[in-house]
């Protein structure tokens, strides 16, 4: 069995909260692969400006765009499943593409396909702020490091 590595409970980061202006990039502390999320993208074109947001497979941790609306509220998640058969969203915590590192039960699946003002608050006020609390899934690479 690998030996576990020890980490400090990190903080949360939310694709629907980063800026286009300064994505981040991410190196993995665990397998070393390195990330860029981004919240969005706008292509300028002959037709106006198209918006492709940035969203996260909860099962495989693969990234996409998109450019799908919504009637009501701000999507949050895509109604085409990824190849894995995962839901893309945009509303939960980012993690490892690779090894799924910062994973936590709280990424999953949801019937929910949108956000209100008020839960993007939430997210928007949690957003580098706050500590992930919650256990890390499909890995036996780390642990919490208790204060």
Aim: some cysteine; charged content about 30%.
């Amino acid at each position: 069995m690998t030996e576990k590595i020890k980490k400090l409970i990190p903080y949360k980061y939310y694709l629907i909260e980063m800026s286009p202006y300064r994505p981040l990039r991410l190196d993995c502390e665990v397998c070393k692969t390195t990330s860029s999320f981004c919240g969005h993208m706008r292509l300028n074109t002959s037709n106006g400006c198209i918006y492709l947001w940035h969203y996260q497979c909860q099962d495989c941790g693969k990234l996409t765009y998109s450019d799908e609306k919504a009637e009501k509220g701000t999507i949050v998640a895509l109604q085409e499943a990824c190849e894995c058969g995962g839901q893309f969203r945009r509303d939960k915590n980012i993690f490892c593409t690779s090894c799924h590192y910062r994973k936590s039960d709280e990424n999953r699946s949801e019937e929910t396909r949108t956000a209100t003002k008020k839960q993007l608050e939430v997210i928007k006020k949690s957003n580098d702020a706050e500590e992930m609390t919650l256990q890390f899934e499909k890995s036996d690479f780390f642990e919490f490091v208790e204060e």
